[in-house]
T-cell receptor, first 112, second 111 residues
Framework: DAGITQSPRHKVTETGTPVTLRCHQTENHRYMYWYRQDPGHGLRLIHY???????DKGEVSDGYSVSRSKTEDFLLTLESATSSQTSVYFCAISVYRQETQYFGPGTRLLVL | ELKVEQNPLFLSMQEGKNYTIYCNYSTTSDRLYWYRQDPGKSLESLFV?????AVKQEGRLMASLDTKARLSTLHITAAVHDLSATYFC???????????FGKGMKLTVNP
């Protein structure tokens, strides 16, 4: 295992509520990523971070924000959850951008 | 815009058979990654291909990269049931830290 945990692992919430997902790594890797996985779409990058307080948008960043105040934690926030954000969310880490990314166990989010 | 296409998206094959699956991408990149995902699980890294002509092999799987053709292949030799999974290729978007994934190929290997 690459020492990645995600919390919560499952969450049910209502439309309009804020939701924060946490990714925690024990490897001290520089790069961290948030993806969502939906049937028929593969994985799509939401946001990524290349260091503490350094983040950038991915291809599906609308409606999401991120923060990284410590190397080991990368938070994904849905400011006001919508049903279209029902998905499986994966966090990933890499020590160097040309190395493979190691994925966390995923968080299943259902927005009612 | 970088697009990554995998084909086929579904494959059912018999144990012992060989098959090649394809990953095409639309813009120049030297970095391509293959992952495996079992149902309900996370993604597991299989191969990292970082240059034209790169070939990697692990067990019954062999991956190659042709950056001029913008094509990677994943060849399966003498398939076994344990290879049943969904396989994703991902391409690095032009010198960035961003990966673009294909939609995945669901492989079922039947006894």
């Amino acid at each position: 295992d690459a020492g990645i945990t995600q919390s919560p692992r499952h969450k049910v919430t209502e439309t309009g509520t804020p939701v924060t997902l946490r990714c925690h790594q024990t490897e001290n890797h520089r790069y961290m990523y948030w993806y969502r996985q939906d049937p028929g779409h593969g994985l799509r990058l939401i946001h990524y971070s290349y260091g503490v307080k350094d983040t950038d948008k991915g291809e599906v960043s609308d409606g999401y924000s991120v923060s990284r105040s410590k190397t080991e934690d990368f938070l994904l926030t849905l400011e006001s959850a919508t049903s279209s954000q029902t998905s499986v969310y994966f966090c990933a880490i890499s020590v160097y951008r040309q190395e493979t990314q190691y994925f966390g166990p995923g968080t299943r989010l259902l927005v009612l | 815009e970088l697009k990554v296409e995998q084909n086929p998206l579904f494959l059912s094959m018999q144990e012992g058979k060989n098959y090649t699956i394809y990953c095409n991408y639309s813009t120049t990149s030297d970095r391509l990654y293959w992952y495996r995902q079992d149902p309900g699980k996370s993604l597991e890294s299989l191969f990292v291909l970082l240059s034209n002509g790169a070939v990697k092999q692990e067990g019954r799987l062999m991956a190659s990269l042709d950056t001029k053709a913008r094509l990677s292949t994943l060849h399966i030799t003498a398939a076994v049931h344990d290879l049943s999974a969904t396989y994703f290729c991902a391409v690095e978007k032009g010198g960035s830290e961003k990966l673009v994934f294909g939609k995945g190929m669901k492989l079922t290997v039947n006894p």
